[in-house]
């Protein structure tokens, strides 16, 4: 009889707010969860539930995450203790952990995994993006032989049936393996170390630290390839005049509480096209450059630079004067 209640009873899979695949509903339905905010390290390992929701209680399937880095939710760098923590209890419940690593995996944080840089080994890996470089399109999921042997039987019904048109696909995958190649030899990839697989630091540093202490920045964040800066928003607050409840701007500003609806990192990325022909992207109130792995110091260097003198020329209206002529990179 528990079993049969077990199998009616609904699954869910469980996110971290923030994170990328909020964006895709369409082939699992991932639920908002109140499992912490990435940027916390506490987590109670004894706590009885994962939500703090009033939601009743589902079984949980699996727990999935970009590990250290939320690509599009803001680029929001996550504790290492906190996600260890997650994992561990995730293991004591026999939960199975996804590394969602399309964005953060095959170096892009100086790792050959983010999972690797915190020594977590998850139960399925999703790669992307970086495999192949751009050069065609392909993708891997990666299993632990427990999850792989579950769906193995005499019937294709117990069976994944999951397939595409590119599916294995021989130039993606010539690609894939020249790309791994590439990026995992030291030989080609100047930035590894000989010894333990992983890349020194790429940017500089002293450029790093003064755009930490701008007045205009509530935080930087620069790990692998990575380089990005959060900006102050204005606080809002809620005020009581004649014609009603309206929302007032503080003086004063404050880290986070931006998100996608934010405009405070698009003056920076216009400054970024205008003043030095290099094309970025804002998330909301975060504006960020990246290089491939394999990309010389100098290039890291001109961008970080060039990072630094937007965000200072964002302060002012000077910053879209003088728009100059060449090529856009």
């Known amino acids: 009889k528990r079993k049969e209640e077990e199998e009616e009873e609904e699954l869910t899979i469980r996110t971290l707010m923030n994170r990328y695949t909020a964006h895709i ?36 399937a699996a727990f999935i995450v970009e590990p250290l880095v939320q690509g599009a939710g803001g680029m929001k760098l996550m504790c290492p203790v906190y996600l260890s ?51 065609a399109p392909l993708a891997a999921t990666l299993a632990t032989e427990r999850i792989f042997n579950a769906f193995k039987g005499d019937s294709k019904l117990q069976a994944l049936l999951h397939g595409h048109s590119f599916t294995a696909y021989p130039m993606g995958c010539a690609a894939a393996a020249a790309s791994i190649h590439f990026l995992g030899d030291p030989a080609t990839n ?28 509530a935080g930087v964040t620069a790990l692998g390839t990575l380089l990005a800066v959060e900006m102050k928003v204005p606080e809002l607050s809620h005020s009581n005049d004649k014609d009603g409840d309206t929302m007032r701007q503080k003086n004063k500003t404050s880290r986070g509480g931006g998100g996608y609806g934010s405009n405070a990192a698009v003056k920076v990325v216009e400054i970024l096209k205008h003043q030095h022909k290099i094309l970025a992207r804002p998330l909301g109130h975060v504006a960020y450059v990246m290089v491939p792995p394999t990309s010389r110091r100098e290039t890291a260097e001109r961008l970080a630079i060039a990072l630094e003198d937007a965000v200072e020329r964002s302060q002012s209206e000077e910053g879209f004067g ?7 990179v």
């Open 322 to 328: 003088n728009v100059g002529e060449g090529p856009v």
């Open 190 to 217: 100047p930035h590894l170390e000989e010894k333990g697989g992983f890349m020194r630091p790429i940017w500089p540093a002293d450029v790093v630290e003064k755009l930490s202490k701008s007045p205009a920045v």
């Open 85 to 135: 923590a997650v994992v561990a209890e995730c293991r004591r419940r026999r939960i199975p952990v996804i590394f969602d690593e399309v964005f953060t995996g095959l170096y892009r944080l100086g790792g050959a995994s983010a999972g690797a840089l915190v020594g977590l080994d998850p139960d399925v890996s999703c790669l992307g993006k970086l495999m192949t470089g751009g050069a």
């Open 25 to 60: 509903r369409l082939a699992i339905d991932a639920h908002e969860s109140h499992l912490g905010d990435s940027s916390s390290s506490s987590f109670s390992s004894s706590s009885s539930s994962f939500s703090s929701s009033s939601s009743p209680p589902r079984r949980l």
